[in-house]
């Protein structure tokens, strides 16, 4: 497609469900990023992935953050037993070379 | 490993007046450095890049930023700020290829009339 595409673009969901955020990158795009932005803060790392490669998971908060890329494509950011302060816009990035990022438009997520 | 300082979280600033934007940065190895703009209520666009070459890069909607290795700076600046440049600012480095850009917190852009 034309950007980077983002489902849901809003999330409500009880403490202690799980959620899955999904992310569409550009075709080609063999970097992707998923960050998360939390009110009044600066964007915090969570995962990275890079062609084959082993992901680069430095950034997820705790073992309830898990991602995975299918086929080079499609990403989904898995939250379990999500808490309030889960609560924040997670940004899918796609990137290629030194381009730097496109970055999608983002699911809110909120933790009630 | 590597850091980006945005020393200021607001920058308020009336309309046609010029602007500066501070960004530093820490690495060990040469850096990719950039600017990404989020207006309200959207995702991150880039505004301008440097990869290598002229230290002064121009960017879109009139932006401009100078690399400064000796400062180890990337001010971004505009000389006549417009209504709808009230954004939020972010500095980002990178040491290179696919890797992972490190985000500064972010500087409120807000102009006033």
């Known amino acids: 497609g034309a950007g980077v595409s983002q489902s849901p673009s809003n999330k409500v969901t009880e403490k202690g469900k799980d959620v899955e955020l999904r992310c569409d990158p550009i075709?080609?795009?063999?970097?992707l990023y998923w960050y998360r932005q939390s009110l009044g803060q600066g964007l915090e790392f969570l995962i990275y992935f890079q062609g084959n490669s082993a992901p680069d998971k430095s950034g997820l908060p705790s073992d309830r953050f898990s991602a995975e890329r299918t086929g080079g494509s499609v990403s989904t950011l898995t939250i379990q037993r999500t808490q309030q302060e889960d609560s924040a816009v997670y940004l899918c990035a796609g990137g290629q070379g030194f381009d730097g990022y496109t970055f999608g438009s983002g699911t809110r997520l909120t933790v009630v | 490993a590597q850091s980006v300082t945005q020393l200021d979280s607001q920058v308020p600033v009336f309309e046609e007046a010029p602007v500066e934007l501070r960004c530093n940065y820490s690495?060990?190895?040469?850096?990719?450095l950039f600017w990404y703009v989020q207006y309200p209520n959207q995702g991150l666009q880039l505004l301008l890049k440097y990869l290598s070459g002229s230290t002064l890069v121009k960017g879109i909607n009139g932006f401009e930023a100078e690399f400064n290795k000796s400062q180890t700076s990337f001010h971004l600046r505009k000389p006549s700020v417009h209504i709808s440049d009230t954004a939020e600012y972010f500095c980002?480095?990178?040491?290179?290829?696919?890797?992972?850009?490190?985000f500064g917190t972010g500087t409120q852009l807000k102009v006033e009339l």
């Open positions: 690495s060990s190895v040469s850096v990719y």
């Open positions: 980002a480095v990178s040491t290179g290829g696919g890797n992972k850009l490190t």
């Open positions: 075709s080609g795009h063999t970097a």
